[in-house]
C-alpha cells in the first residue's frame, strides 16, 4: 500500500527527525506532527549545561515546518489508537504509517511538598531562576541528571545536598565499582553528598528521611529516573515492554506503526536483549531506520549506544552496554584527571579474531578525559573483535591496538 499520510505522535528530537528523514529520502506525501509541549522541537542536553549556566538562552532546534511541508500542531496530546487513527486531546487523525515518539516524563516520590525535575525547557527556565547564591538545594537523585545540576547549583553559590538511595552515584548505570570514584569529585566541589539514603517523601521545606531524619531544603528537584510516556497505549493492540516493544527494525506488534527514542524498546542483536535507551544519540540516528522502512526499506537498527556527560570539570563518554557479570578493566588510575573503565565478555565463535570461540570482547566503556579512547573504543565494540585484557588495560597503547592476535 502506498504511504501517503504519516502520523508523528511526539514533537521532541525523535519526532523531528523522523520527517527530515522521511522527506531526505523522498516522500512527499502528508506529515502530521503532535505533541504535548506548547514549545516547537528542542534540544534537551542543553538544559543541564550551557543553558543552566546562562550560556544559552534557547535550545530550539533549527527547523521550519513549513519548509518540511508538516503540520505541526503543539499543546495536543496523543490519548489512544484506534485502528488507523491517532486520537489526542483535540481531534483525530488518520494515518497510513504512525511513528510513536511520545519519550518519557520524570519519576516523582510520595510527599505533599514541591518537587521540581529537570526534563523539559519549561522545567529548565524555573530552575534556571530558582539557582541564587546561597539557596539550600536537595538534589534527590546522584546519577547523570543529579550530578550535572550540582556541578551547575554549586557554580551559581548554592549549598547543594545530593540524597541517592545507592550505596554509590552512578550505581545503576555504571555499577557501584566504577560509580564510586566520581564520590570525591562531589567534596572536592564543596556538594554534600549522602548515600545509602532512601528519601521517604518531599514536604514543603525539606526531605524526610529514614529513621525520622531531616533535611532543610528551600529547593528540591527529583532526579531519580524517568518512565517512557505509554499510558496512553495501554489497552491498544501495541504491545508494551518497558516502552513501545519495537523489532529490529523498529516496528511495533501493529503493522504501520514504528516507535524511536526514549519510548522505544529495541531488540539488539548485538546484545541479544531488549534495549531502551534514554540518550539523545538514539533519538537522533533511529529515525532514519524507521523513515528507510516507511518508506519500504528493510533496515534494522542496532547500534553500540553512546552518551555523554559534564559534570565537576570533567567530561564523561559512554558507549555500548554492560551487563553484572561481565568483567570490569581499568585503564588508568581513577583518582587522576584521565582514565577509562572498559567491561569484557566472552566473544562470540564468529567475532574476528575470536575463530576458536575463545577470548573476550569489549561490550561498553566509559571514558573520563580521554576521547580519543571512546571513538576507538566505540569502534571496536562494533566491530565485535576479540581484545587483549593486558594491552586494554595499558593506557599507553592505543584502544585501537588492543585487539586479540
Given amino acids: 500500500m502506498r504511504t501517503e499520510r504519516v502520523v508523528i505522535a511526539g514533537a521532541g528530537l525523535a519526532g523531528l527527525r523522523t520527517a527530515e528523514e522521511l522527506r531526505a529520502k523522498g516522500y512527499s506525501g502528508a506529515i502530521t506532527m503532535v505533541g504535548a509541549e506548547p514549545r516547537p522541537p528542542y534540544d534537551r542536553p542543553p538544559l543541564t549545561k550551557k543553558f543552566m549556566t546562562g550560556q544559552l538562552d534557547d535550545t530550539t532546534l533549527a527547523a521550519d515546518p513549513a519548509a518540511l511541508g508538516m503540520d505541526l500542531r503543539l499543546a495536543e496530546a496523543a490519548t489512544g489508537l484506534d485502528g488507523g487513527v491517532l486520537r489526542t486531546d483535540r481531534g483525530e487523525h488518520a494515518f497510513d504509517a504512525l511513528v510513536l515518539a511520545t519519550g518519557a516524563a520524570p519519576v516523582g516520590l510520595p510527599g505533599s511538598g514541591g518537587q521540581q525535575f529537570l526534563r523539559t525547557f519549561d522545567d529548565a527556565c524555573a530552575l534556571r531562576e530558582a539557582l541564587r547564591p546561597g539557596t539550600r538545594l536537595a538534589v534527590v537523585g546522584a546519577g547523570w541528571i543529579g550530578a550535572e545540576l550540582a556541578t551547575t547549583a554549586r557554580a551559581r553559590g548554592c549549598q547543594v545536598t545530593v540524597v541517592e538511595a545507592a550505596p554509590s552515584p552512578l550505581a545503576g548505570a555504571l555499577g557501584e565499582e566504577v560509580g564510586s570514584t566520581t564520590v570525591p569529585w562531589y567534596a572536592d566541589a564543596g556538594v554534600d553528598l549522602r548515600l545509602g539514603l532512601p528519601v521517604e517523601s518531599v514536604e514543603r521545606d525539606g526531605l524526610v528521611l529514614p529513621g525520622g531524619g531531616w533535611l532543610p531544603a528551600d529547593l528540591t528537584v527529583v532526579a531519580v529516573g524517568v518512565r517512557p510516556r505509554v499510558e496512553w497505549l495501554a489497552g491498544s493492540p501495541v504491545k508494551l515492554e518497558n516502552g513501545v516493544a519495537v523489532d529490529e527494525r523498529l516496528r511495533t506488534s501493529v503493522p504501520g506503526v514504528y516507535a524511536a527514542g526514549d ?30 522502512n516507511i518508506l519500504g526499506g528493510d533496515e534494522t537498527y542496532d547500534p553500540v549506544p553512546y552518551f555523554w556527560s559534564e559534570q565537576f570539570g570533567r567530561m564523561l563518554q559512554y558507549a555500548g552496554h554492560h551487563s553484572r557479570g561481565d568483567r570490569l578493566v581499568w585503564r588508568g588510575d581513577p583518582a587522576d584527571r584521565e582514565w577509562a573503565a572498559c567491561w569484557l565478555t566472552a566473544s562470540r565463535p564468529d567475532s574476528p579474531g575470536a575463530e576458536d570461540g575463545t577470548g573476550e570482547r569489549m561490550v561498553a566503556l566509559l571514558t573520563v578525559g580521554r576521547p580519543r579512547d571512546l571513538l576507538q573504543g566505540r569502534r571496536l565494540i562494533a566491530a565485535g573483535a576479540a581484545v587483549d585484557p593486558g594491552r586494554l588495560a595499558d593506557p599507553g597503547v592505543p584502544v585501537r591496538d588492543a585487539g586479540a592476535t
Fill in 263 to 292: 519510548c522505544a524498546a529495541f531488540v539488539s542483536g548485538r546484545y541479544g536483549r531488549r534495549l531502551r535507551v534514554e540518550h539523545w544519540d538514539s533519538a537522533l540516528h533511529a529515525p532514519g531506520v524507521v523513515a528507510a
